[in-house]
């Protein structure tokens, strides 16, 4: 049987210590998600104690595709927190991961919950109706596992690999913009930049069809209520925070500058209008 505290314990220190494990806990220990799900309560009960506070939530494998090949039936998630989202002023951000041990970046939408989704909740526009505002952003995600391989477990184990989550200018929701939302959310593409070069592009469809889909998925996943925390959020290139919107994660280099340039709705700018969010990685 698996110790969750000593499991709590040893992710934690991996972190710290900015090293890896080398053989991930569902190959060593046989970890499964309920137990996975227990570790990451364990460490949320540790931060809580250490005096942070839970800001919201993460959702992993929100690509549909892959379930299959990992034996998921749904997304998986974890918690974010007080000290780890933070909003980018001008939708420029400087963010060392000089602590970090193998960093990579991914593009997300976040979502900003003012209500609970009630169960069974399905509808892409009934979803919105409980969204306060949305914002593009990007997640640093850092991986404990040697090599980045490991199991869904093991990734809900280890906070999600949720290191950091930088949220850009948020952009109201409204009665007069949902229904074009709805219509825009599935198709507006992600581009990812560095130092002005693409590297990935993704789209809202990645995202269980599109990211607002996939937020009401993150509720219904292990019966998650987004009145748990005052931010919720949608996943993979990517809730508030709740992430959405997929492309590949991408290696974080030292002092390098990601340019997130993001085709967002007409209902909410101009049409065709994109959005740049900047972030300065350092060392």
């Known amino acids: 049987m698996i110790n969750i505290h000593a499991l709590a314990a040893e992710l934690t220190s991996a972190y710290a210590e900015c090293r890896t494990l080398s053989t991930p806990p569902s190959s060593r220990d046989g970890l499964d998600l309920p137990t996975a799900y227990a570790v990451e309560r364990e460490l949320m009960r540790k931060r809580r104690s250490d005096g942070h506070k839970t800001a919201g939530i993460k959702v992993g494998y929100a690509n549909k595709a892959i379930w299959r090949v990992l034996k998921l039936e749904t997304l998986v998630w974890a918690h974010m927190y007080d000290d780890t989202v933070r909003y980018a002023e001008a939708n420029a951000a400087t963010l060392s991961i000089a602590k970090m041990i193998s960093p990579k970046i991914e593009p997300e939408i976040v979502f900003k919950m003012k209500a609970p989704l009630s169960a069974g909740v399905t509808d892409a526009g009934a979803a919105l109706q409980a969204v306060e505002w949305l914002a593009l952003g990007f997640e640093i995600i850092d991986c404990p596992y040697a090599d980045w391989k490991f199991q869904p477990a093991d990734f809900v184990a280890a906070y999600g690999l949720h290191a950091a ?3 850009g200018e948020p952009r109201p929701i409204t ?36 990211p607002v889909v996939g937020r009401t998925a993150a509720s219904a996943s292990e019966g998650v ?41 007409p209902s909410m700018l101009n ?5 740049d969010v900047q972030l300065q990685l350092s060392s």
């Open 165 to 167: 989550l930088i949220v």
């Open 175 to 210: 009665a007069a913009n949902i229904s074009d939302l709805v219509e825009q959310l599935p198709t507006f593409k992600v581009r990812l930049s560095k130092d002005g070069q693409l590297v990935e592009e993704g789209s809202g469809r990645n995202s269980l069809r599109s």
């Open 225 to 265: 209520s987004p009145a748990i925390d005052p931010l919720r959020r949608t996943r993979e290139a990517s809730d508030s925070a709740a992430r959405s919107a997929n492309t590949t994660s991408r290696p974080s280099s030292r002092a390098a500058q990601a340019r997130n340039s993001e085709t967002v709705c």
């Open 271 to 275: 049409p065709g209008a994109t959005v």
